[in-house]
């Protein structure tokens, strides 16, 4: 029995030797070496974030998130802290509110004549970027040298959104991201999507998060996630309804005012900003980039169909956390600055979407019979190999950048569409109906 028992840990042990080294199995990254990294406060700091301590490959958890977070607000007249829901498993989902008037109830915030932002992180709680950069502003909005930034806008942030997955961690939770070193899980307590939930309002966070957008009404609306899949040169993507939507003013916005000013500053500090990228052929980009048609369950094309500006961010998962990171970081500020540059804008293309006369609604969308245009993409070499386990093909990522001409394959048709009703009926026994829809605004 003794040597049975040594035979069958054996393949175990080896099978742990493989996981505990599971990245280095990643493609080869980039070199790079960002403007950004002076972000990154010295280790000797009172106020450097638990994050920073270990270089960004590790994040704090929500205990010590929280903790540091309350910290820095009772040193500072501009913070305030507020629960806006308990997960399923009891835990409190934190709101940070970030004003310098002090305008720390719903009421000032939705009624102050700067604008407001809401900005989230870690709804699935292993792409956890925005948790970190957003500590980092904090800190050098309130203890450092970018107070200026709360002249331009007042602040909603979210650090952990789905908390319980958040604390549900692993090192190996999802080995095809670059760190951090442990990440939290996709779902929350139940296995249920919270980025799948806005139409369906099943989970406590997302409850929470149409709670807060219609008590304090924000201005833009923030998600900030990690991709995976594919490789290529670009570390900071993100995107928004462009064609194809419910607020065509917003949108217009969001590309000839919002979008250049990020890309810019993002590209000074030494990034890569593109857009939000799906593989046509799930693989590679040779057949094109598709500009997917999301449903509201998402939260970017939620905040759409409500005519909120939203953005969805995507930071690559193949590019180390620290980068990603620093790419946030700069988003996060341009996007304060430029949101008050152009406020005035901002108001009235809101009002415009807000005030459209439908008599249809098109309620699903398809691909244009042919691709819009082809367009520049900054892509990375690669290869079809035949796997010698499986006998399939797979890509092989050489880590070697490459330009390429690919097609743009837009989903903007309108494929089928419902007449709007003058009012809804529902009948009283469909209680959880109705709360779903107070829910909505």
Request: net charge negative; proline share 6%.
């Amino acid at each position: 029995m003794k040597n049975l028992r040594k035979s069958l840990l054996l393949p175990i042990i080896g099978f742990i030797s493989i996981q505990a080294s599971g990245q280095d199995f990643l493609p080869p990254t980039l070199p790079w070496e960002g403007k950004s990294k002076s972000l990154i406060a010295d280790p000797t700091d009172p106020w450097v974030t638990p994050g920073e301590i270990t270089g960004l490959t590790e994040s704090p958890s929500y205990e010590e998130t929280m903790a540091w977070l309350e910290k820095l607000s009772e040193s500072s007249p501009y913070i305030a802290i507020n629960s806006i829901g308990v997960s399923e498993q009891g835990r409190a989902i934190q709101l940070v509110m970030v004003s310098k008037d002090q305008d720390f109830t719903a009421q000032e915030l939705s009624t102050s004549k700067k604008p407001l932002i809401l900005f989230q992180a870690g709804i699935h709680a292993g792409e956890i970027d925005g948790k970190d950069a957003g500590m980092m502003l904090l800190r050098d909005i309130n203890v450092g040298e970018k107070l200026e930034l709360l002249d331009y806008a007042n602040l909603l942030f979210i650090p952990i959104l789905n908390v319980d997955g958040h604390e549900r961690k692993s090192e190996y939770g999802r080995v095809n991201q670059r760190g951090p070193k442990v990440m939290g899980w996709r779902t929350n307590a139940n296995n249920l999507n919270l980025n799948r939930d806005y139409t369906k309002l099943e989970t406590a966070g997302i409850k929470a998060i149409a709670q807060v957008i219609n008590n304090y009404d924000p201005d833009l609306y923030v998600d900030i996630h990690v991709t995976d899949g594919a490789d290529y040169q670009y570390d900071i993507t993100y995107g928004f309804v462009e064609t194809g939507g419910y607020s065509p003013e917003i949108s217009s916005w969001l590309a000839e005012k919002f979008k250049p000013e990020v890309d810019q500053a993002l590209k000074d500090q030494g990034h890569i900003p593109g857009p939000l990228l799906f593989a046509a052929n799930g693989q590679d980009f040779t057949e094109g980039n598709i500009a997917f048609s999301f449903s509201p369950r998402f939260s970017h094309t939620y905040g759409d169909i409500r005519h909120l500006p939203a953005i969805l961010i995507e930071n690559h998962s193949l590019k180390p956390f620290e980068q990603r990171v620093l790419g946030t970081y700069v988003f996060l500020e341009q996007m304060i600055k430029s949101v008050g540059n152009h406020f005035d804008e901002l108001q009235e293309a809101i009002a415009s979407d807000r005030d459209q006369s439908m008599e249809t609604v098109v309620v699903k969308f398809g691909f244009r019979d042919t691709p819009a245009d082809s367009v520049e993409f900054l892509g990375v070499k690669s290869e079809l190999v035949k796997s010698e386990i499986t006998g399939n093909e797979y890509v092989d990522w050489k880590g070697e950048p490459t330009t390429q001409i690919v097609p743009s394959i837009l989903m903007d048709k309108p494929v089928s569409s419902v007449p709007v009703p003058k009012a809804y009926w529902i009948p009283v026994e469909w209680a959880e109906v109705i709360q779903k829809w107070k829910c909505t605004g």
